[in-house]
């Protein structure tokens, strides 16, 4: 391996490149580290096509950390609808809380202490520092592991818990000083060029010194062994209604989804004679494989609802009411249907 002085020309070419083919987004017009952590949090799991939107709906929202702090949780994970891992909203939330309570109200400049706030991890944390306050800290992703495991044709297996660390180790050989743009520059060789299959390499302003290509061997990078498997999981929803309103109730913070809204989860006899049928769907999340049963359980008799609801913690809704809450993808669904028939 050569040193990291004979290296740095691979960085350097990097940068030129994103100099002139860097993507025009709206988060990189600005170095508040505020919205950069919003947008590295959004975009985590997230195309930056399909999250654009949801970006700025949510910082025109939430301009700022007092802002976000002083709002109610339940608008906040409003806010975050249809972006899916609502633990993500809730850690951003509290995140802001902390921000305010130990920071006085300004966001940590130093790695370390980006590092302490709730859901940040040492990528977002390397991104922020990096980008806002001139960090010295590579923001090692999978488009991290992709490109140098192809550059270098190393075998490193990305699925280890030291990969973090070796991808870190690697990234200094080649980046120069401004690390800030270097990492959005990889960000964006990884989307846009070096990407899972069938990468641009024709494009690349690092085939020349790429390994794996000169071997033509991009296919084989990066090397991943462990694959988690996915869990099956059968839930059960009663969508209890009459005339117009229907029964919901809040999850808890223990399990998925945590406090979006959702159905009951059982009734009792009582209320079984209502049921007009019961519909599957099939949903995924990350390692997870679920089959939801929802009943459509129409409560015709006023007495009965009457007595159910008041002896229940739920909370009564309608369809036009409901869209200012947040409900899992698949109930969400569901009620969309409802409101197009």
């Known amino acids: 391996m050569k040193n990291n002085h004979d290296l740095l020309h691979i960085g350097t070419k990097l940068l030129n490149w994103y100099y002139q083919n860097a993507r025009d987004l709206p988060f990189r017009k600005t170095k508040d580290p505020y919205k950069i952590w919003i947008c590295e949090i959004v975009f985590q799991q997230t195309r930056i096509l399909q999250g654009l939107n949801h970006y ?6 939430f301009p700022d950390v007092k802002t976000l702090a002083e709002a109610s949780e339940d608008e906040v994970l409003l806010y975050w609808k249809g972006l899916g891992y ?31 706030l709730k859901g940040i991890g040492k990528y977002t944390a390397a991104a922020v520092s990096s980008i806002c306050f001139k960090g ?25 818990s030291r990969a973090f660390a070796y991808f ?9 000083n401004n690390v800030g743009d270097f990492n959005q520059a990889m960000m964006d060789l990884g989307s846009e060029i070096c990407k899972p299959r069938n990468p641009l390499c024709g494009d690349c302003p690092l085939n020349e010194d790429c390994i794996a290509f000169s071997l033509q061997k991009t296919s084989q990078f990066p090397v991943k062994t462990k694959k988690i498997k996915s869990e099956n999981l059968n839930l059960q929803y009663f969508f209890v209604h ?3 309103q229907f029964l919901i109730q809040q999850r808890k913070d223990d399990f998925i989804w945590k406090k979006l809204f ?5 009734i009792p006899e009582v209320l079984q004679q209502f049921s007009k049928g019961c519909k599957t769907f099939q949903h995924k999340l990350t390692h997870k494989n679920l089959s939801i049963d929802i ?30 809450r947040s409900f899992p993808k698949p109930l969400e669904n569901y009620i969309q249907n409802l409101l197009k028939d």
């Not at 010295?136 to 280890?160: C, E, H, Q, T």
């Open 262 to 266: 959702e159905f009951p989860t059982a």
């Open 242 to 244: 009459r005339e117009e």
């Open 86 to 116: 609502y633990s993500r909203a809730i850690n951003i939330h509290k995140a802001a809380k902390q921000i305010i309570s130990d920071y006085n109200g300004i966001f940590p400049s130093q790695y370390e202490e980006i590092l302490k």
């Open 295 to 324: 009943y459509d359980v129409e409560v015709t008799s006023n007495e009965i609802w009457d007595h159910f609801v008041s002896e229940h913690d739920y909370l009564v809704t309608d369809l036009e009411s409901s869209v200012n």
């Open 56 to 61: 700025n709906r949510f910082v025109e929202r």
């Open 168 to 176: 870190s180790e690697l990234s200094y050989r080649i980046m120069p």
């Open 136 to 160: 010295k800290m590579p923001a090692v992703d999978g488009n991290f592991y992709r490109v140098l495991s192809r550059i270098f044709a190393d075998d490193f297996d990305v699925s280890s």
